[in-house]
């Protein structure tokens, strides 16, 4: 079994900043992709950042130059660094892993901009 606990959200006044952490724990053998998704109330489901192991990353357009993603593979750890909030950043959010070609999630965190 493989536990990922996402920790960092809260409140925030659209033009600040959060960290989202996610720490992967358990019987983790290659961590491959690491990412996030977001999902708001009646949205669907949004990919936000994703990271290889190599470090290659990817966001999503509506964060690029806002979001920041990294990981420590030593530390099965990943950050979401996000800057400029907006009120549409609202959602919960959710990190994934891909671990030998099964995917795992946590449990998510919320993240609420106001105006």
């Known amino acids: 079994q493989v536990q990922l606990v996402e920790s960092g959200g809260g409140l925030v006044q659209a033009g600040g900043s959060l960290r989202l952490s996610c720490a992967a724990s358990?019987?983790?053998?290659?961590?491959?992709?690491m990412g996030w998704y977001r999902q708001a109330p009646g949205n669907q489901r949004e990919l936000v950042a994703s990271?290889?192991?190599?470090?290659?990353?990817n966001l999503a357009d509506s964060v690029k130059g806002r979001f920041t993603i990294s990981r420590d593979n030593a530390k099965n750890t990943m950050t979401l660094q996000m800057n400029s909030l907006k009120p549409e950043d609202t959602a919960v959010y959710h990190c994934?892993?891909?671990?030998?070609?099964?995917?795992?999630w946590g449990q998510g965190t919320q993240v609420t901009v106001s105006s």
């Open positions: 358990g019987s983790i053998g290659s961590i491959n992709r």
């Open positions: 994934y892993a891909v671990i030998d070609y099964s995917t795992w």
């Open positions: 990271i290889t192991s190599g470090g290659n990353t």
